[in-house]
Nanobody, 122 residues
């Protein structure tokens, strides 16, 4: 089992940057693909990015491609989401998740963090 704790959210002006972190417990972190999702009020949870078990392959949603970058450090049991050029429409609760494959759907992940709020002001 994996426990995930996100951090790094906050309030930022449009055009600014934030780096989210997700710390995982347990000794099997490197056996999971990791993903970031986000959910805005009244909307469904949507895919943001995913990374392979050793970090060699990444995929990003079209809406964040070129602005956000997912990465991981297996020695630190941590996955990151670097977010640049933030827009008001990026405002949401951001969740990290662990699963067996690099899926784009929430149901493809088995473990979830509690989420961290990101608010981008215009």
């Amino acid at each position: 089992q994996v426990q995930l704790v996100e951090s790094g959210g906050g309030l930022v002006q449009a055009g600014g940057s934030l780096r989210l972190s997700c710390a995982a417990s347990g000794r099997t972190f490197s056996s999971y693909s990791m993903g970031w999702f986000r959910q805005a009020p009244g909307k469904e949870r949507e895919f943001v990015a995913t990374i392979s078990r050793i970090g060699g392959i990444t995929r990003h949603a079209d809406s964040v491609n070129g602005r956000f970058t997912i990465s991981r450090d297996n020695a630190k049991n941590t996955v990151y989401l670097q977010m640049n050029s933030l827009k008001p429409e990026d405002t949401a609760v951001y969740y990290c998740a662990a699963g067996p494959t690099m899926g784009r759907g929430p149901r493809e992940y088995d473990y979830w963090g509690q989420g961290t709020q990101v608010t981008v002001s215009s």
